[in-house]
């Protein structure tokens, strides 16, 4: 235990040396979707996602119960305008009602701060529904232009990893040859709007569909001796962040290396059916649990070593109404019960256990908001875990920072 502090600690001293000022400790993203018909009610899911320390939520729609459950928690929100919205959307009258009604109407109790503009749409091959998604992205920003919202509220897409055409080395990432004319001024957009370039990223199914190549630690954070991109030199030990600098890549080739790429989906399925090699309890415990102590340790990617990690876990529930493989309704933290899918295995002491799980539940089956500081539920241990986590390092970090800062004005 303090060996891994120690570790952490100087880890941390290691990353911040580069006279970097970072203000806050990493902050957990998590997808909330709801392709389900046995979760709990929105009030009940606030306490859920404060105990996993997630200090944002990204929706795949604007649920107005949702939006209401969460106001005045601080809690950050994405919400989504689904793909099926999206030719709508070149209707200024129709951008500007969308606007007010799913977003403006919750501000500012509800910290919404982006809008997804569809999900993944270049990946489909559609034509119709490729060519309206910039002029959605357009017509939504206009609108929050219009109504003196777009300083708060950012506008962006969600892309799969599949729009890439190599992705590995990461030094060697690009975009597809044939989707590289609709993502120009899509990065344009980005570009002078301010907002992130999202991607949804698996390691996953990268180790899914190819075994026998990969191996597991490199995929789930273990230890492991990583690879080498032998164009850049830069050491890999993971490959969530050889894909994300294989995105850095892409968008550098194209002239946009200073966009910033947010994680906006990625997480490890708990089960699978029998060919869904590694869908298993143990690593989706691993892939998450090592995920999360990445984001709170603030680690960047080779290629970004001094930027945080902007990550949104995949996901909160378990969805049980999703269509696939059994691995598409097993990606949640939780079950619809509200109980952990299974432990984390972040403190290191053993207090993270779904076994100490004794969540009291409603007559809707939903968990009941718990009292603070009472660590007997499950989700309640995960949460001390993680700021303890958190704490630990933020603690060190303003001491630090101080000195970083003095030096530098001495220095200079
Ligand atoms: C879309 O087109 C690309 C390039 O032609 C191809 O590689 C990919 O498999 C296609 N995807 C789908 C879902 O059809
Ligand atoms: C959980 O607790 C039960 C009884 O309290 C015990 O039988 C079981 O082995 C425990 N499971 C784990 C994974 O610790
Ligand atoms: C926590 O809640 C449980 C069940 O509601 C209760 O039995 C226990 O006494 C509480 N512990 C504390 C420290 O409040």
Not at 29 to 43: R, T
Not at 65 to 78: H, M, P, Q, S, Y
């Amino acid at each position: 235990m303090e060996d891994r502090r120690f570790y952490y600690c100087a880890s941390l001293i290691l990353s911040i040396s580069g006279l970097v000022f970072p203000v806050m400790v990493g902050s957990i993203g998590i997808n909330y979707g709801q392709i389900a018909n046995n979760l709990p009610a929105p009030d009940n899911v606030v306490p859920l996602v404060k105990s996993i320390g997630a200090t944002k939520v990204k929706l795949y729609d604007a649920d107005p119960r949702v939006l209401k459950a969460f106001a005045n928690t601080g809690v950050e929100f994405i919400v989504g305008l689904g793909n099926e919205y999206l030719s709508k959307m070149r209707d200024p009258e129709k951008a500007q009602a969308w606007v007010k009604t799913n977003v403006q109407a919750y501000l500012p109790a509800t910290k919404i701060t982006c809008i997804t503009i569809g999900n993944e749409v270049l990946t489909f091959n559609d034509t119709g529904l490729t060519d309206n998604l910039f002029p959605a992205m357009q017509g939504i920003h206009t609108a929050l232009v219009n109504l003196g919202l777009d300083k708060q509220v950012s506008v962006t897409t969600a892309h799969s990893l599949a729009i890439l055409e190599v992705s590995y080395p990461p030094s060697a990432g690009s975009f597809r040859k044939d989707l590289v004319g609709c993502i120009t001024p899509i990065l344009n957009f980005h570009a002078k709007t301010n907002s992130p370039f999202l991607i949804n990223a698996y390691p996953f199914f990268a180790y899914k569909s190819n075994p026998k190549q990969i191996s597991l630690d490199f995929v789930l954070f273990q230890p492991n001796q990583g690879i080498v991109d032998s164009k850049s030199n830069f050491h890999y030990d993971n490959m969530l962040f050889a894909q994300i600098d294989a995105v850095h890549s892409a968008l550098a080739s194209l002239g946009y290396s200073k966009l910033p790429v947010h994680i906006s989906e990625t997480g490890w399925p708990s089960k699978g059916d029998a060919d869904e090699l590694g869908a298993t309890l143990e690593n989706a415990k691993k892939y998450n649990g090592n995920l999360l102590k990445i984001i709170c340790q603030r680690k960047g990617t080779p290629m970004r070593p001094n930027t945080d990690l902007n990550i949104y876990v995949f996901a909160l529930f378990n969805e049980n109404m999703k269509p696939g493989p059994t691995s598409e309704r097993n990606y949640g933290l939780f079950k619809p019960d509200g109980t952990p899918a299974y432990s984390l295995g972040i403190s290191g002491t053993g207090a993270v256990s779904a076994n100490t799980t004794t969540t009291t539940t409603t007559t809707t089956g939903a968990p009941a908001p718990p009292s603070p500081d009472n660590s007997s539920t499950g989700y309640l241990s995960i949460s001390a875990a993680v700021k303890e986590r958190c704490c630990c390092i933020g603690q060190l970090l303003f001491p630090l920072l101080l000195l970083n800062y003095l030096t530098f004005r001495l220095a200079f």
